[in-house]
């Protein structure tokens, strides 16, 4: 086979992306807008999107920031919702995201999931309405067995569910990447970050406070298992990058904020992963087709772009200005060896 | 029972112990000789200590930095030596430190634990001589297996060299624990940080580079077998603090040194701890009396001190000044319930 140096992707889509609010929302916006027609916007703000005021509000901002290059689905912040409500937000909205209460950042005000009868009324207005149902799938034990510990909600949600749509997003374990296989109604985002990295990465040598994410990074055997389901683009699975900027400041610190910010150099790096391991013709798939089949999306749901990429190598910005302070991304100052070369709006 | 609010420590010793070198030595070595009657210090400067003029020239930097307040138990760093050399340096050590390759702070230069072999002659000398084999128990695996993953190395050692004084360091795991009590001439180290804390501490909220130590902080399960030992005073076991400085500009960055600095709150600490679990009778044997059976130490072979601490809060500095530098302490800024309130010199 010929070593393939051009890679066109066709409308990739991020489907789990942070994009926060005002100065930081200002920067990082307009990244992943360039790159990507679409993505999957979390509702963590604080306070967390729970009204349509403030949704469309923030869709607004995103808008504005983007400049209508890209389409932000939006999501709203899980609680027991009422009929009315959800049916009048239902077409503003992609998915609603669960979270546990406290487990990640800005996640405060998650629901108990010991309690998961209480959350049924919700549950069944979304089943019958057609949202899609998104988790952030850990428990509050020992942080390398969190999503192990979360996978019987899974289980329990899959099987009094079956018709609704429950993403877990951001696998990173052996066992959630089996799980996803086994009901039909269960699907998973993976991360560019699980993807490349172990524990070892992050504390295994000197602690690298920007590989730090929730959830935590895994063994090699769970890398292993998330590259195997990506590369082959199992129909199951989809990316969302889970992109998730903080200020240099709190990421190098005494207490260091979770988050990977790989918004700007996760298409290049992906193109790299799936060149190495010779599945470039899989990359579409992982990046966009299974998204859309997933979520029931069509072309005429989001901005359609090709973005090219070629086999030259990409220095990733040291840092990304945001006023006085700076945002960290992945890779910082090391070269990627695929590139942007063009991008075309269709 | 009544509840004890004072405790007295008799020569307290810390058989784990990184002084560094320089300015650092300048500003911790006193803070250790403050409260402890000696300790055991850590070879592992740039370039290892290897040489009986290097090693002397080095306990004077450290005699002259504490004022012969405190004794320093100088250690060689682990290669192959001459049985010449051992005799002569015999009298000047109390115990050789062996590294594996590369696992941990100044470690570039250790063995190669594939090759144990190779390490007989010096093994076989050291056990004629009645040199203790100190270690680093690490293998290169991933980071939660390292200290798991080389315990079959301490069993060769302890079953080939049945008359050979072997200390597994700062031991983290309840395997570790388990196997300290097989051997007859195996024994371990304990450190303060993991008798407390878990890598939840370290990233299962926040992350916290100041928590970040090698071995890596391990599962609560590991922790609970640790204290369990400790609490006892059990006979095989003695406090090495592995108190571990760096300037604060190494710990609060994009790649954190591992370390963590315990030296001058190590025994308010450990009295908050033991009299937590109502075992303060066990702590002159944990902090002392273990050590000397361990090491064959009478009380003439140490500066005699003793340490009376009383229930009164005691507020750990934020950070040491190091000249335009900062070295920050475990607990930094939070107050403790045990505080020094007489050291006397016998």
Redesign the interface.
């Known amino acids: 086979m010929n070593k393939i140096n051009k890679i066109i992707l066709n409308s990739p889509l991020d489907m789990h992306l942070h994009l926060r609010d005002e100065k930081m929302l200002e920067l990082v916006a307009p990244l992943s807008a360039k790159y990507f027609s679409g993505a999957l916007i979390m509702p963590n703000l604080v306070p967390p999107i729970t009204a349509k005021k403030t949704l469309l509000a923030y869709k607004t901002r995103i808008q504005n920031t983007t400049k209508n290059a890209f389409t932000p689905f939006m999501t709203l912040f899980f609680q027991n919702y009422s009929q009315e409500f959800l049916e009048s937000i239902k077409e503003d909205i992609l998915a609603i995201k669960m979270y546990p209460a406290g487990i990640t950042t800005n996640s405060e005000n998650g629901v108990n999931l010991l309690d998961l009868k209480s959350l049924a009324p919700t549950l069944k207005l979304m089943t019958e309405l057609g949202i899609v149902l998104c988790v952030h799938g850990e428990s509050s034990g ?3 067995d969190r999503e192990k510990e979360f996978l019987p909600i899974y289980e329990s949600l899959a099987l009094a569910y079956p018709n609704l749509t429950i993403i877990m997003e951001h696998i990173t374990t052996k066992e959630a990447c089996e799980l996803s296989q086994k009901y039909d109604n269960l699907y998973a985002s993976i991360t560019l970050h699980h993807l490349l990295f ?3 990465d ?9 590989l ?1 994410c929730k959830p ?1 990074l895994k ?2 055997e769970d890398k292993e298992a998330l590259l195997s389901l990506a590369l082959e683009a199992n129909p199951k699975v989809m990316f969302g990058s889970d992109s998730a900027p903080h200020p240099k400041d709190k990421k ?7 988050g990977v910010f790989t918004a700007p150099l996760a298409l290049q790096a992906l193109c790299s992963l799936f060149s190495k391991h010779k599945k470039e013709q899989n990359l579409n798939k992982f990046l966009s087709l299974n998204a859309r089949s997933i979520y029931n999306l069509n072309k005429t749901n989001f901005i359609n772009k090709n973005i090219t990429l070629i086999k030259k190598n990409f220095l990733v910005p040291k840092s990304y200005d945001l006023g006085s302070e700076k945002v ?1 991304p992945l890779f910082a100052g090391e070269e990627l060896d695929f590139s942007i070369e063009e991008i075309s709006t269709l």
């Open positions: 020992f942080v390398m172990t524990l070892d992050l504390a295994g040598g000197f602690l690298k406070p920007h730090f935590i063994t090699h190098e610190a005494c207490g260091c904020a979770a960290v």
